[in-house]
């Protein structure tokens, strides 16, 4: 497990250097005390300003904002159209919670509630695939301390992560 973590942080540092290696990462983290999974998707802020510019018709600087409140609303709805997660075979109802900037990092907050400890994960993640046809997408999940990684691509952007606990 640490040789794949190490990994995947050297693929995302070396796409900072290498660019256009595209490639955005998505941890989805189960807690078992509030019964919820938080989700937290890290994008660079030139790919996902320009992808926004072209779907909303905008002409955005995202890294010249103070915050990012005032396209809150975008992100939400570009999402909500991109990313979805089945839990042990019902659809999830993702709420959207904020985002902020990081350098040239764009973090994306969400959560789902109301969820029981989950066994199968049905991951579906087409962000930025519309865009960049070379785009990766690495989702991390994690129940109970124990992470599996998926790695969605366009043609195979949906994978199920399964977690044993019987």
Known sequence: MIYSN??????????????PFYVS????????ETKSVQ???KVFVDDFEQTLNKHYNVNLDILAMKNTAEIDEMLEDYYSKRFSVEIDGKLQEITYIGSELEENVLWIYQEIYKVRKPNIFKITNTVLFDEFDTQS???????GGEIKTVRLVDGDETQEVE???Y
Do not use: A, C, P, R
Not at 6 to 19: A, R, T
Not at 25 to 32: A, G
Not at 137 to 143: A, D, F, G, S
């Open 39 to 41: 989700i937290m998707h």
């Open 137 to 143: 997408n690495l989702v991390h999940t994690e129940v």
């Open 25 to 32: 990462i998505s941890d989805l983290v189960y807690k078992e």
């Open 6 to 19: 190490f990994i995947i942080g050297f693929l995302w540092v070396l796409s900072g250097v290498v660019h």
């Open 163 to 165: 977690f044993d606990y």
